[in-house]
């Protein structure tokens, strides 16, 4: 916004609420009219019929739904090279959805003998399921599920996982990736800064885990180790480093390992916070907007998390996400763990995204089901992007095609 707004005072006509999202005159129902994705102008609009009443779609804004969970952990080679360069199988991140600004990913990674750096953008991780350790240029993290694991373009890292299964939401950002200000309630809302976790050095490791070297096939069709045979013969140990940018990779070799830093100062590296840590921000009288649940912020998108939280109290207050329309963002929710009240047939490692321009609210189901119940119990990740998103072969493959009609 390149100059302050002066908002025009709020007008009333017809039947409407006295406060929004409570007390809804009867027989209506209320949708939030809205720029900026619920911090600009705002009209509340009530409605004789849900706005998701529609007999039927025709064209590219219809609601859609995917199963992550119906992608194989390795992938097709030509949908991750297509989008994210040609990757090994021990870390193939397959492209969902994308735009200019950021690209989602479902990623399954096995034990990386090679590093791994992003010169396109920011890396934010997070962790569905699995644990294990990452290692970094500025020294190793242990993660497990419900973490977000912050990690700053052009930062060397690699993936140690464990035994158990490994299923990681990637949100690549092309721009940094910081958190928001809270403003009024202060800087240890939501989370306390003090509770990111940082890297600690390790003492410098000279054989690490890994495979042969991979050195690139010399002029005669062999790679230089192999013999006129083509067996292998011994060398020096190589380690490799595998860069992005613009979704082709690079592999340059070291006879080192190049994680060799013994020291740094400064502000910029690598952090993790579980979503255990982060303390949602509630209301008894109010159902608060999804920015009220921001978590990290970039150019023209958002990362929100939504969390175990007290239902609204007050007798009349709605309790359920409210109709509304995604007039500036397409809106994306990945569903990680839970009871997702607001929809119905969503489980676990599945994700929905409802464009620019097309309505959007809670299920039939959802509203009278939330007057049974205190609290919710979902752990969800929504991702609102300003531009356009666009979704991937890989995402088409796992698509429920009847999810527009969920809301019958």
Not at 70 to 78: C, R, V
Not at 197 to 219: F, S, V
Not at 229 to 253: F, L, M
Not at 398 to 408: D, G, R
Request: proline share 9%.
């Amino acid at each position: 916004m390149s100059k302050k707004e002066t908002p025009l005072f709020p007008l009333r006509k017809g039947l409407h609420s006295r406060q929004a999202h409570v007390d809804l005159p009867a027989g209506t129902f209320e949708e939030e009219h809205a720029r900026k994705g619920f911090y600009g102008r705002t009209t509340h609009l009530y409605r004789l019929h849900p706005v998701t009443d529609w007999t039927r779609i025709e064209g590219p804004l219809r609601p859609h739904s995917y199963d992550l969970n119906g992608l194989a952990p390795s992938g097709d080679e030509a949908i991750r090279a297509s989008m994210f360069g040609s990757t090994e199988a021990a870390f193939a991140p397959i492209c969902i959805l994308h735009n200019s600004d950021v690209a989602l990913h479902w990623v399954a990674p096995s034990a990386m003998d090679f590093f791994y750096r992003n010169a396109d953008g920011d890396d934010v991780y997070y962790i569905h399921a699995g644990s294990g350790k990452l290692e970094t240029t500025f020294g190793a993290l242990t993660y497990a599920k419900g973490d977000y694991l912050v990690i700053p373009r052009g930062t060397t890292y690699r993936f140690l996982p464990d035994h158990s299964e490994q299923r990681y939401l990637l949100i690549e950002s092309f721009s940094e990736v910081t958190i928001p200000d809270r403003n009024q309630l202060g800087p240890n809302a939501i989370f306390d800064p003090a509770m990111l976790d940082t890297p600690e050095l390790e003492p410098y490791d000279a054989t690490p885990e890994g495979g042969p070297r991979e050195p690139e096939a010399g002029a005669e069709g062999h790679r230089p180790q192999d013999g006129p045979k083509g067996e292998a013969q011994e060398g020096p140990r190589e380690w490799a480093i595998h860069i992005k940018r613009e979704n082709e990779i690079t592999k340059v070799y070291y006879p080192f390992n190049p994680l060799d830093v013994v020291g740094w100062k400064g502000d910029l590296t690598v952090w993790r916070i579980n979503v255990k840590d982060i303390r949602p921000v509630v209301s008894a009288r109010y159902h608060l907007p999804p920015s009220a649940h921001s978590t990290f912020l970039a150019n023209n998108f958002v990362i929100c998390s939504f969390l175990p939280r007290p239902f609204e109290e007050e007798e009349g207050a709605m309790r359920v996400p409210f109709f509304h329309s995604n007039i500036d963002y397409d809106e994306v929710l990945f569903y990680s763990d839970g009871h997702f009240f607001s929809r119905d047939g969503i489980g676990a490692g599945m994700v929905t995204w409802h464009p620019q321009g097309i309505h959007h609210g809670p299920h039939p189901k959802a509203i009278p089901l939330s007057r049974t119940k205190d609290r919710t119990d979902e752990v969800a990740v929504m991702v609102d992007t300003f531009r356009p998103l666009k979704a991937t072969p890989a995402a088409g493959a796992v698509e429920n095609l009847n999810y527009w009609a969920s809301w019958k």
